[in-house]
């Protein structure tokens, strides 16, 4: 397609646009975490590390980050499991009301998160603390891999629909059983849609507040410290230069995930006989 140098101008100047509407936002956060006062106003007056260490001492942050960690890869490793299961069953095979599960399924996205998080919350209160299971960690997996489920079946059902079947058939027809052709065809097929579908489940469910308030019972995962302290002024500044670490914590996982795909790709042509480019 041949641009004329408008067209490129507007082009970069809408790209532009949409990064500072983006990123501006958090490069405030990430200047203000440095800031040496307690009061957040511009320009910034002294420059400070400090905040960074008031808040690696601070124990409730510290077991709130790593509650949500732990959250976040339980929920992850959940929908991962359940979400593949799901999408190999509704794209694969046939069968009554099919239809149906796939939109029962993708419900839960839909659904304002406070509805999900009052009816998550009956339900343990009135069902599961019944018989020995409280408010917790498990309760807040299960909070979260309600929506996380989701994004990695849409994720995985998106590429198979993508994948001819023929190549299952193919392996079934050489003699390969049920496990052979999942771990030598399918799964190198859906490498890359499920370590983004994981991705994005595990960025969902590290930030999620809204379920987790209902589920986590007194427990705190990092979201709801932020909250709680937010309302605190002395405790503004740390709460910006966690924001910054979470920040920069996110990066690895999406720069891995680049860094991945490539490779990743070439094997699935491989492994489909497709040559590659």
């Not at 006062?37 to 260490?53: A, C, E, M, N, R």
């Not at 509704?90 to 999900?116: E, K, M």
């Not at 670490?245 to 995930?257: D, G, H, T």
Request: with cysteine.
């Amino acid at each position: 397609m041949v641009e004329g140098p408008l067209t490129r101008w507007l082009l970069r100047a809408g790209t532009a646009f949409v990064l500072v509407f983006i990123y501006f936002p958090l490069v405030i956060i990430g200047l203000y975490a440095f800031n040496g006062s307690v009061v957040q106003s511009w320009p910034i007056q002294s420059w400070t590390l400090k905040w960074f260490g008031e808040a690696f001492r601070d124990e409730t942050l510290r077991d709130a980050f790593l509650l949500s960690i732990k959250a976040a890869v339980l929920a992850t490793f959940v929908a991962l499991l359940l979400g593949t299961v799901l999408s190999l069953a509704v794209a694969r095979y046939t069968f009554f009301g099919r239809q149906t599960v796939s939109f029962l399924v993708v419900l839960p996205i839909a659904l304002p998160g406070i509805v999900t998080g009052i009816a998550l919350n009956a339900t343990i209160d009135t069902v599961l603390e019944p018989v020995g299971i409280g408010f917790g960690l498990f309760t807040i997996v299960v909070g979260h891999a309600t929506f996380c489920i989701v994004v990695v079946y849409n994720n995985v059902i998106a590429r198979l629909r993508r994948t001819s079947a023929s190549f299952e058939e193919a392996s079934s027809d050489l003699g390969g059983d049920t496990w052979q052709t999942f771990r030598l065809i399918t799964l190198p097929a859906l490498r890359t849609a499920m370590l983004a579908g994981g991705l994005l489940a595990f960025g969902l469910s590290f930030d999620e507040i809204v379920v987790t308030i209902f589920t986590a019972g007194a427990d705190q995962t990092l979201p709801i410290w932020i909250y709680q302290n937010l309302a605190r002024p002395n405790q503004l500044p740390i709460i910006n230069a966690v924001a910054l670490i979470v920040i920069l914590i996110s990066l690895v996982p999406v720069w891995a995930a680049q860094k991945l795909a490539g490779s990743v790709e070439g094997d699935e042509a491989r492994t489909v006989g497709v040559a590659e480019p």
